[in-house]
């Protein structure tokens, strides 16, 4: 039985987008993947709201947080961590041989913009790492009061926008952001395998005075090539080619801000579901509309509760890592229609009687 994802990634693909990756292969280093990865590039400028520099590149948003690691950070990163995410930023930075301190929030707490603006006053940063919503708690953090802080510092700001792109609207350039990077498998409704990033001036300014930047994720080598508006290795053609497809669905058919409002109303039915049966985990406030974080506080049991969804066609996304048992999340990004939310909702009730 095929089953709908609720998970936070991957997310179910819409058949005439998955139906995209199995068109004729072209050659890398022709005019039609020129005109592939310019078209793209364009469609990405406007999701991201930005003009600076694109780099889509044949991994996972994995890969990228790697990237912008290797490419900005030369003296010292300030890793901002509030969830397991912005925790990996940090093994990250560490184990490229970086130096980094890492600014500590309690799980489940946003990104506080004040106690931010003291630790980059007393340390010597050339870079912050900021998930901008964490997955593992569904807390997503104010960019634009964080960007406050963080144009009043020589930093270069690097954000993770995994689990929000596409879902939730991210002013890339308004907000100040150097790099900012986002997997397709999560609120852009692709399979996984391919990510993107943006790369201020700043950002690649930058790269040109940190050494040892490696090859594959090299961005001034990723530059060198969009030049020429070819990539330096063999990208993931059939990714690209249904990035394009679904990036003019978005932009053409759904429009932007339609995507985002159909996102906030997801958000909102889940919250008052949480509310009446739970209790969300994070604050309100901060509760993300891509994905609802929500207390366990009756005790079900949830691999029960996940082995009844699966018979019914649905696979439930329990808590990430240490909040596993403690709470349980409810992914609503991508294409997930509002109808098939209710729906899933509704099936919970059942299984659960509530
Ligand atoms: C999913 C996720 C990642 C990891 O993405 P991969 O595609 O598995 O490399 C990183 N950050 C956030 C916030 C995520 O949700």
Not at 76 to 94: M, P, Q
Not at 114 to 136: F, P, R
Not at 192 to 201: D, F, I, N, W
Request: aromatic fraction near 8%.
């Amino acid at each position: 039985m095929e089953k709908k994802l609720f998970i936070p990634g991957p997310v179910d693909v819409s058949p005439d987008v998955a139906e995209q990756m199995s068109r004729p292969m072209i050659s890398h280093r022709g005019k039609e993947f020129s005109n592939l990865l310019e078209n793209s590039t364009e469609k990405l400028k406007k999701l991201m709201f930005t003009d600076s520099n694109i780099f889509i590149s044949t991994s996972s948003s994995t890969g990228l947080m790697e990237a912008a690691v290797r490419n900005c950070v030369k003296t010292k990163c300030l890793n901002v961590v509030n969830g397991a995410f912005s925790d990996r930023w940090h093994e990250i930075t560490v184990s490229n041989g970086k130096e980094a301190d890492i600014l500590q929030f309690d799980w489940g707490s946003a990104v506080i913009p004040g106690i931010l603006d003291e630790k980059l006053s007393k340390g010597d940063y050339d870079a912050v790492t900021i998930v901008h919503n964490e997955t593992s708690t569904g807390v997503t953090s104010q960019l634009y009061e964080i960007s406050e802080v963080i144009k009043n510092y020589d930093v270069i700001f690097l954000v993770d926008t995994v689990s929000s792109m596409g879902g939730i609207k991210i002013e890339v350039e308004k907000s100040g952001i150097d790099v900012c990077l986002f997997g397709v498998q999560k609120a852009l409704a692709l399979p996984p395998g391919l990510s993107v990033c943006s790369m201020s001036g700043k950002a690649l300014e930058k790269a040109k005075t940190v050494p040892d930047r490696g090859y594959y994720f090299d961005f001034l080598t990723v530059m060198k090539y969009w030049e020429k508006r070819q990539s330096h290795i063999t990208p993931s053609i059939p990714h690209m080619q249904a990035l394009d497809y679904q990036l003019g669905k978005i932009l053409d058919n759904e429009g932007l801000e339609n995507r985002f409002k159909r996102h906030g109303e997801m958000g909102g039915l889940t919250r008052t579901w949480a509310k009446k049966n739970f209790e969300l985990f994070p604050d309100e406030k901060y509760s993300s509309n891509t994905v609802t974080c929500i207390k366990n506080d009756k005790g079900i049991n949830c691999d029960e509760l996940k082995q009844k969804l699966s018979e019914r066609g649905y696979v439930f996304s329990d808590g990430y890592g240490k909040l596993a048992g403690k709470t349980f999340r409810i992914a609503h990004m991508g294409d997930r229609t509002v109808e098939e939310l209710r729906n899933y909702l509704d099936t919970i009730d059942e299984i659960l009687d509530l």
